[in-house]
């Protein structure tokens, strides 16, 4: 596609259970992130890859927490043994190369009821 | 470590007029760069603006333009000839030159154009 690809655009789980978020960045570019946005508030930082390895992942805020790419392309955030406090818009961007425009993806609206 | 900050949660403007949304930074670096993004109903996040701290030329892309005082860790935007399509939430945001790319975005001000 055209541009970063999020799926699924929301999702409601019930607490305690695990959910996988899935980003397709725009063809050919390296890098990838992940942010979170509470409701009201600004992005957080969660992790970066280049190319498939995650040089940062200092934002990840538990060991529930993780993420993998493949390759350049599709990346997976799983929020295991989810929690009402997880309840955000996770936000996925890519970018060409380091120092370069990050261009986002729609989110995916999580709700943990 | 870097902090965006944005101290106008809300703002408004009438139609066709100009509005200016403050942001503040606290680095210690010499070389980074500083974005306005602009993040409609949505959710997708849209670049507006980017300034690079070397240049000392202030960023100016149609209607947007900044207000960069790097010595007062400054960078404000201005908006003008407010459109009602320009109603969203605008976020600050700080990348360091050369590292991983990460933005450190502010808290946001929400933007209410008016007819």
Known sequence: ?113 | AQTVTQSQPEMSVQEAETVTLSCTYDTSESNYYLFWYKQPPSRQMILVIRQEAYKQQNATENRFSVNFQKAAKSFSLKISDSQLGDTAMYFCAFMLSGNTGKLIFGQGTTLQVKP
Do not use: M
């Open chain 1, 1 to 113: 596609g055209a541009g970063v690809s999020q799926s699924p655009s929301n999702k409601v789980t019930e607490k305690g259970k695990d959910v996988e978020l899935r980003c397709d960045p725009i063809s050919g570019h390296t890098a990838l992130y992940w942010y979170r946005q509470r409701l009201g508030q600004g992005l957080e930082f969660l992790i970066y890859f280049q190319g498939n390895s995650a040089p940062d992942k200092s934002g990840l805020p538990s060991d529930r927490f993780s993420a993998e790419r493949t390759g350049e392309s599709v990346s997976t955030l799983t929020i295991q043994r989810t929690q009402q406090e997880d309840s955000a818009v996770y936000l996925c961007a890519s970018s060409p190369q380091l120092n370069t425009e990050a261009f986002f993806g729609q989110g995916t609206r999580l709700t943990v009821v």
